[in-house]
C-alpha cells in the first residue's frame, strides 16, 4: 500500500516556483505578496491561516494577516476586500472561510478575480465550471489533483466518488476530475446509505471531504482503491484525524493520503504557486 505524503509534492512544487522566482521578484521589484483575510477567531482557520504565512515566507514570497473582528459590520469588510484587490503591492488574495452570513456573497462579487487564489468569485467558479485552466480553483480542490497526479493514479476513465458538496471542496473537485477525465459521482448526505455504500464499494477514486472522523471504513472500499482524505476533524485531547478510519484502511487500499500529512501540505503549496502564477501574470513575463 502507498501512503500519498503531501510533503513530496509540496517540496516539487516549491523547486518549480524556485526556478522563476527571481525572474518574477525582478519584474515586480518586491516579492510576491499574499493578503490573508480572517473574520472572527474560528480555531481551524487560525490554524490555517497560520501554515498558509509560514509556507508562502518558506517559498520565498511575502504574506500578510488582516483580521477583522467577528462582529465586523459588512461594510467594514467590503472595504477591506476592495482595497486589498485595488492595491498594487498585492498579487494573491485568500479570504478564509466559513465567514458570517452575507459575508462571501460580497466577497464573490468584490474580490478581483485576478487574485482570488481560492475560487471564491462567481468568475473563478464559472471558469472552473467551464474548464478553463486560467481559472483559480479552490485550492484544496486543486491540491486532490496534484496529490494523485504526483503519485501517478491514472485518472481518465476511472470510477471516482466523492463525499461532501461544498462550494470549496466536492463541487469544483467534481468538476475539475471531470475535465481529467473520470466518471464522477457526489455524494452528500441526502444521499440513501445504500447508494453511497454502493457507490463507495465500486470506486476506484474515494475523495472524502465531509468533516466525520471514521466516515470510511475498510469494509466500504476495494483493495484497489485509492483514497483522498480532504477531511479535518479534532480529536478528543488534541490532534487532528481525517474522515477515513486511517488504522483499519492501512493495507486494505491500494493508497490513502493521512491526516495530517496528506493533503493539508499539498494546499498550502497549491496556494502558494497559485500566488506566483497572479504575480507573475502582472508582469506579463
Ligand atoms: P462542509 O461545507 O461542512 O460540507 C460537508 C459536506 O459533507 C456537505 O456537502 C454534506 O452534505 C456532506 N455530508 C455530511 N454528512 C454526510 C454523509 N453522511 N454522507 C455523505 N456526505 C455527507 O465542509 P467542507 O468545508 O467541504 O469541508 C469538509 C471537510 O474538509 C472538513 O473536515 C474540513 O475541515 C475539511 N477541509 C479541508 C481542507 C484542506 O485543505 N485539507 C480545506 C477545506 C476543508 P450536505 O451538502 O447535504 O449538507
Given at each position: ?5 503531501g ?6 512544487i516549491?523547486?518549480?516556483i524556485?526556478?522563476?522566482l ?45 483580521s ?22 498585492v ?8 465567514l458570517?452570513?452575507?459575508f ?19 468568475i473563478?467558479?464559472?471558469r472552473?465550471?467551464?474548464g ?50 473520470a ?38 472500499v476495494?483493495?484497489s482503491a485509492?483514497?483522498v482524505?480532504?477531511g ?7 490532534g487532528?484525524?481525517?474522515d477515513a ?11 490513502i ?6 493533503l493539508?501540505?499539498?494546499?498550502t ?17
Open positions: 500500500m502507498v501512503e500519498m505524503r510533503k513530496a509534492v509540496s517540496d516539487g516549491k523547486a518549480r524556485g526556478e522563476r527571481e525572474e518574477v521578484k525582478a519584474a515586480l521589484g518586491r516579492k510576491p505578496k499574499l493578503t490573508i483575510i480572517r473574520v472572527g477567531d474560528n480555531e481551524a482557520d487560525g490554524a490555517y491561516a497560520r501554515s498558509a504565512l509560514k509556507k508562502v515566507t518558506d517559498f520565498g514570497m511575502e504574506a500578510e494577516l488582516c477583522l473582528p467577528g462582529d465586523s459590520r459588512i461594510s467594514e469588510f467590503e472595504k477591506l476586500l476592495k482595497a486589498k484587490s485595488d492595491d498594487k503591492n498579487d494573491g488574495i485568500l479570504v478564509l472561510r466559513p458570517p452570513e452575507g462571501e456573497e460580497r466577497a464573490k462579487l468584490l474580490l478581483d478575480p485576478e487574485k482570488d487564489l481560492d475560487g471564491m468569485t462567481y473563478n467558479q464559472a472552473v465550471f467551464c478553463e485552466s486560467e481559472g483559480f480553483a479552490p485550492c484544496t480542490a486543486a491540491a486532490v489533483i496534484r496529490l494523485l497526479e504526483h503519485y501517478g493514479v491514472e485518472l481518465e476513465g476511472k470510477h471516482a466518488v466523492i463525499a461532501g458538496r461544498s462550494n470549496v471542496v466536492g463541487k469544483p473537485l467534481s468538476m475539475l476530475l471531470l475535465e481529467k477525465n466518471t464522477v459521482i457526489l455524494c452528500h448526505s441526502k444521499t440513501p446509505e445504500e447508494i453511497l455504500d454502493r457507490e463507495l464499494s465500486e470506486a476506484d477514486i474515494i475523495c472524502l471531504a465531509v468533516g466525520k472522523a471514521g466516515f470510511l471504513s475498510s469494509q466500504r476495494k483493495e485509492v483514497i482524505d480532504a479535518i476533524n479534532s480529536l478528543e485531547g488534541g487532528l484525524t481525517g478510519d486511517y488504522e483499519a484502511l492501512k493495507g486494505r487500499c491500494a493508497m493520503s493521512p491526516v495530517p500529512g496528506g493539508g501540505a499539498v494546499t503549496a497549491v496556494l502558494c504557486e497559485s500566488l506566483f502564477e497572479a504575480a507573475r501574470r502582472r508582469t506579463g513575463l
